[in-house]
């Protein structure tokens, strides 16, 4: 079994460096660079905030089940 | 040792007065005077304001003893603000403040917390370009530029912990003074910043919309589950965020678990207003006529107003998008609520509200997208500096 995890660990670890991409974030232009972080900056923020709003939908709808 | 020299010795800080840094001592006085007239006077966050403006008159007293290597505002700057620890404590008081009821009981609202950090982006951007040209000295320190416009843009999270956490996490100590007086003097100008630009935005009729709300309150299992769930999410996506999220949901689970009512009455009262009086002496200390009197100050302040606005703009805007697909209305200035300053902001909307139809009772759903927009703060912030240490290469 731990032979298989440190199979797939590795198996994982090539897959995500091969397909990384090759542009070293520091050297992009300045505004670039500001226009990157702010589409990721945004994006994430929704994310994580869409998250809560599933997981308290998930709580209602288990508060809905426990009052039936 | 002759007369004329104890003289000169004993009244050194007279005779300091009358020089170029006396004016500027002068200078900041008024400054810190302004400062207090708006917290007794005016009343705008006078708990910030008052002890910020009478730092920043003992920060400028000739020789500045109190920020000499045993100064108390250097021990206090040291072991509250330099370690971040003073926006953690401040946290766990806010969490213990907020009720997440309302927005457990609807919460689409969570999505005005996210996009009323629109502001903090646009502004960053905006920065990105004005900071070498207004600054020239910055000009080629790319690294500098990147770590100033994130920490300027962070004061459009309308929430002063994080605007303070983010710029100690890029070791802005020299720009904390003006960064930080933005960030609480705008909080605390909320209410004369935020009814103009959402007018400007709105038309009457939207401004009357009248929203639905269930009185009912959430359960008391979702009320405990939602901090720890939130604090793990965050954690886990945005790890930079843990500090922030994990003591405001910490002060929060305190406020809810229900056995721990002398604690939570504690940490929002006792602790909030210590922490809340050394925090604002402390950034008055901060305020020493040579880090303050430049130009990078007007610069941080008009930004920072800049964040405020677009913040507020892109709640507005966020609701009456979504407005296009909803066939219940929403209320688009409920979407102005999603910026942090927390409760402030939800009573400014209620206000309006009022003012356009007496019996328009909006005021949960404002709190559901303020409290929203604390948590969106907190996140955003975390972004920022993951983010932005990734573009400098881990540095």
Redesign the interface.
Known sequence: MMKWFMTLTEATETVVEAAAPQTD??Q?P??T??????A???L??????????V???L??KI?AK?AQ | MDILAILKELFAGVISMVSVDGLKTLAMFVIAGVLIYLAIKKDYEPALLLPIGFGAILANLPDAVVLGEDGFLKVLFNAGIANELFPILIFIGVGAMIDFSP??KD??M??F??AA??G???T??VS??LIPIVLPATAGD?NL??RL?SAIGIIGAADGPTTLYVANHFKLVEYMAPISVAAYSYMSLVPVIQPPVIKALTTKKERMIRMNYNEER??K??LI??PI??TA??GI??PMSAPLVGSLMFGNLIRECGVLERLSKTAQNELANLVTILLGITIGGTMVAENFLRLDTLLIMGLGLFAFVFDTAGGVLFAKFLNLFRKEKINPMVGAAGISAFPMSARVIQKLAKEEDPYNFILMQSISANV?GQ??SI??GG??IT??T????GA
Not at chain 1, 33 to 38: A, I, S, V
Not at chain 1, 44 to 53: E, H, S, T
Request: net charge neutral.
């Open positions: 974030l520091t992009l300045l505004f660079k500001g226009l990157l972080t702010t990721m900056g945004l994430g923020v929704f994310l994580v905030l869409a998250l809560f709003f997981t308290i939908k709580m209602q508060g426990d | 927005l457990l919460p689409s969570i999505f917390g996210a950090q629109f903090i982006f646009a960053f951007l990105l370009v790319e530029i990147l416009a959430a359960s299992l979702a589950l939602f769930i939130v999410i965050a996506i945005v929203s948590l969106g996140v955003a972004m920022v983010l932005v990734m573009m400098l290469g």
